[in-house]
């Protein structure tokens, strides 16, 4: 199983990105998705994450109203919308799959997850 991350790049301060990541090697139809992020010489947190069905979503407080996580199941492909960015976003992000997860629950540990992506790097001027 491979996540491929893309989309990450150097964006002024009320920018917009939009990350995508592409999963290969299984389907991940029925399992939760989720999006990670890493700063330097911070431990990796929580961005958001969305149910198999898309019909559940949860997000990080400082993100929530700005990100927005999607996902096209035929493609095995996860999104993740990223408005007004701030400096403060700047991290590396990783998506994330967690097999089979149900419809309801939303896992927002990392262990929780089975397998990862290789990050891409968001970078937010001031």
């Known amino acids: 199983v491979q996540l491929q991350a893309y989309g990450g790049g150097l964006v002024q301060a009320g920018g917009s990105l939009r990350l995508s990541c592409i999963v290969s090697g299984r389907s991940v139809r029925f399992d939760l998705l989720g999006w990670f992020r890493q700063a330097p010489g911070k431990e990796r947190e929580f961005v958001a994450a969305?149910?198999?069905?898309?019909?559940?979503?949860e997000y990080e407080d400082s993100v929530k109203d700005r990100f927005t996580i999607s996902r096209d199941n035929d493609k095995n492909m996860v999104y993740l919308q990223m408005n007004s960015l701030k400096p403060e976003d700047t991290a590396v992000y990783f998506c994330?799959?967690?097999?089979?997860?149900?419809?309801?629950?939303?896992?927002?540990?990392?262990?929780?997850?089975?397998?990862w992506g290789q990050g891409t790097q968001v970078t937010v001027s001031s």
């Open positions: 994330a799959t967690r097999y089979s997860a149900g419809d309801y629950y939303i896992a927002t540990s990392a262990i929780e997850y089975n397998y």
């Open positions: 969305i149910t198999w069905s898309g019909t559940r979503t």
